[in-house]
Nanobody
Framework: QVQLMESGGGLVQPGGSLRLSCVAS????????MGWYRQEPGKQLELVASIETGGNTKYTDSVRGRFTISRDYNENTVYLHMNNLKPEDTAVYFC???????????WGKGTQVTVSS
């Protein structure tokens, strides 16, 4: 069974940095697009950034220039480097991946990021 395991969330002051990591536990299936979503209480899930197999990346406008998504293909890991964090970045961040020939969608359990002084 495929699992996505996130790490790296926490409490940081405005202007600070964090790096989120997500490892996909599969050696049997190909991993296609991987990405990060976030959700604030009472709000909809929002795509933060994604990275395709070929390396193409997408970012939501509010994080472009501050966040960088990257991927280690050998380790089935996706990272989200977050710089110049703002209070409005506070949310639960979820890892997402499309895996296998049917591009089945998998989700991590989420990691809390809190930006506060």
């Amino acid at each position: 069974q495929v699992q996505l395991m996130e790490s790296g969330g926490g409490l940081v002051q405005p202007g600070g940095s964090l790096r989120l990591s997500c490892v996909a536990s599969t050696t049997s299936y190909s991993i296609y697009t991987m990405g990060w979503y976030r959700q604030e209480p009472g709000k909809q899930l929002e795509l933060v950034a994604s990275i395709e197999t070929g390396g193409n990346t997408k970012y939501t406008d509010s994080v472009r220039g501050r966040f960088t998504i990257s991927r280690d293909y050998n380790e089935n890991t996706v990272y989200l480097h977050m710089n110049n964090l703002k209070p409005e970045d506070t949310a639960v961040y979820f890892c997402n991946a499309l895996i296998g020939g049917w591009h089945k969608q998998y989700w991590g359990k989420g990691t809390q990021v809190t930006v506060s002084s």
